[in-house]
């Protein structure tokens, strides 16, 4: 069974950075690609950055291009997302998604390109 767990979340002033971390349990990791997806109370959850399996491939969201980096360490099953420059609009609950359907695939941009998530992690920007 396939597990993904993140964490790093919290509260940080505007301008600040946060890192959140993606930890995957079990199978060929290595091979999906991931992503990063955002969501905040009312609204539909929104794509933030994608990842191709071998990590040498990302895209991003306009709303954060320049101020989000999507990483991937596959030696330890780890997805990451550095975040600088947060704003209030930041503000969200952040989920990692995996798409285990296609091995050594490319960048993936809608929800229903995967088939795994996490339980998300709380990120709260204050002005």
């Known amino acids: 069974q396939v597990q993904l767990v993140e964490s790093g979340g919290g509260l940080v002033l505007a301008g600040g950075s946060l890192r959140l971390s993606c930890a995957a349990s079990g199978r060929t990791f290595s091979s999906w690609p991931m992503a990063w997806f955002r969501q905040t109370p009312g609204k539909e959850r929104e794509f933030v950055s994608a990842?191709?399996?071998?990590?040498?491939?990302?895209v991003y969201a306009d709303s954060v291009k320049g101020r989000f980096t999507c990483s991937r360490e596959n030696a330890k099953n780890t997805l990451y997302l550095q975040m600088n420059s947060l704003r209030p609009e930041d503000t969200a609950v952040y989920y990692c998604?995996?798409?285990?359907?296609?091995?050594?695939?490319?960048?993936?941009?809608?929800?229903?390109?995967?088939?795994?998530w996490g339980q998300g992690t709380q990120v709260t920007v204050s002005s």
């Open positions: 998604a995996a798409r285990s359907i296609t091995r050594y695939g490319g960048t993936y941009s809608a929800i229903s390109d995967y088939n795994y």
């Open positions: 990842i191709n399996w071998s990590g040498d491939t990302t």
